[in-house]
């Protein structure tokens, strides 16, 4: 049904800027509600699949400008909330091609938020930014407009400081 | 201890910090923001076996909550711009959203209003604030979604309820006695022009 009055549609939203606090203060409550309802491997799918969503109404107006893998996850990050990314190939196939890369967040803005360290096993506190940046790295391959020819990614955390990790890590494998 | 009224110059310094305040904070893209409240509502819901309501009630109160938790560590340094004087809360509310929103605010929130209970205009006898949204931050991303399952919810309210919240903690800090009631009057999603809530303010029973 659509609405009768315009409450304002994404675009008066986007490009417009709020303290990353409000984020930061909910996330913890989103975090636990899906830990009481589901396991902690569902809890990080649910997490990661929440990331996701968001990503694909996001690509709905922004549309990304760099074509490598570093750049285009600074230039997601930059657009949500900053932060500060590290890459490092971990593993190349017979071609040369990374087909295992690293992404090291330094400035993981939803650790942040986590005032105390999870201690649950099994769900990594921010895999929501795995969800971004795997979402992120499919559509651009699909539109073909990358630099590294890949045909898709698996973006995985593997350590959060939220769960007391000393780094904010994504593992990422390329399929070519 | 609080001061009874604001005095020009505490307004004047509140100005200031305000902007210092939104310069020097970490900031994100309001879209994504809404969008991560659009999601939640919908994760909540799969979660509550397709209860809208619930799912959306659920996000409320926990917005609410932790923006009181924020709140409260952040007392000590609001006690700049807290009187005694219901007036004075027009002012708080401006620095508080402004702080939050910075400048683009006002797109989303109009100056509250006070309605002093004595006013001849009010009908309750109760102390009022009211707030109008122009636009909405929560509306303004559902629109491809069946809205008409929305407007029974208080998915319009998420906001206004965590302000009314902060008021409330705000009071207690102050200690003047009032407990807070929030009807949102008018609402986009049913098919209002604009958004509106009434803070009452009701004494409270000792």
Redesign the interface.
Known sequence: ??????????Q????????????Q??Y???VN??LQ??SPEQAEE?LR??AQ??CK??LE?WKPKSRTLLKLTKELLG????GDIILKVIQRDELKRPILVQFIDKDC?LCRSGEEVLEVKGVHYCSAVSGFVEYLLNYMAQQGTMKLKYKSADVRTTSSKGNGDKQCIHFCTFTF | MVRKKIGIFQKFLAQVGKRLQ?WH????????????AR??V???RE?LNGNLPEAVN?LKE??A???R??MQSFMGQLKLIVSKDLNDITTMSDVSLY????P?YK??FSNIKYLPADDPNNKEKLHQFITVSP???M???I?DL???EYKDTEYGEIISYALASLLELIFEYIGTPYTIELKETRC??R?????EGIMYLHPKKT
């Not at chain 1, 049904?1 to 994404?10: D, I, V």
């Open positions: 049904m659509p609405l009768e009055y315009s409450p304002g549609t994404p008066d939203l986007f490009g417009k800027k709020v303290r990353v606090l409000v984020a203060m909910t913890p409550d989103l509600f899906l309802h589901h649910d699949d929440i969503r968001i109404k996001l107006l657009m949500i909330w900053g803005k | 939104w904070a970490p900031k994100m893209d309001l879209y994504v923001l809404a969008l991560m999601e939640t919908v994760k909540y979660l659920t926990q917005f909550s932790s923006a938790t924020y702080s939050i929103l910075g683009d797109h989303f636009k909405c931050v509306c303004s991303v629109g069946n809205t008409a986009f999603l098919g209002s022009p604009f958004g």
